[in-house]
């Protein structure tokens, strides 16, 4: 865990791997009038330290088009790049009776400079890192059973698939 605040009901956590970084993060809507000014000013920085402040950020498409919950309205996923370095997020926002909150990921991997402005460039669809991590914790929170991995709704999973092309005949 990298931050907690009770006042702001907030919670980010951090898990650093060899070839990326991922984070998963909570908070009660409440505690926001802007999640995305929150998450970049707020959130990116705690979670990557060595993030410039100057940062551009654009939509993407999530591969993924299932809601994690039946309490989710809304879900967005943005890329982030700030000359050097890229960070992904998605958000997602659940309602549950009086109960409002975000919950989402924020992802990193790593890539050269020019790797990233070339991925931030030509991104317009992602999948989401840490996906499951973040699933397990809205399903707590709403008191939902957690999914199996072969459930077909599964909002983690997503199926690539692609067509070899035909053989050439000699």
Not at 86 to 94: N, P
Request: hydrophobic share 35%; with cysteine.
């Amino acid at each position: 865990m990298i931050a907690r605040d009770e006042t702001k009901k907030t919670f980010l956590a951090r898990r650093i791997e060899k070839d990326y970084t991922f984070g998963v993060f909570v908070l009660d809507s409440g505690a926001t009038s802007n999640i995305e000014e929150t998450i970049e000013k707020e959130f990116l920085p705690k979670f990557f330290s060595s993030l410039k402040k100057e940062l551009r950020s654009k939509q993407a498409e999530s591969m993924s088009t299932d809601p994690m919950s039946d309490f989710e309205v809304d879900r967005k996923l943005r890329v982030v790049f700030d000359g050097s370095s890229l960070v992904s997020y998605v958000y997602r926002e659940f309602k549950q009776g009086e109960r409002q909150f975000y919950a989402g990921t924020v992802w990193q991997e790593k890539m050269s400079p020019s790797e990233a402005a070339e991925m931030f460039r030509e991104v317009t669809r992602s999948t989401e890192g840490g996906c499951d991590n973040v699933l397990t914790i809205v399903r707590s929170i709403t008191k939902e059973k957690i999914m199996s991995d072969s459930d077909d709704k599964h909002p983690c999973r997503v199926e690539i698939i692609m067509e070899a092309p035909p053989a050439e005949n000699k």
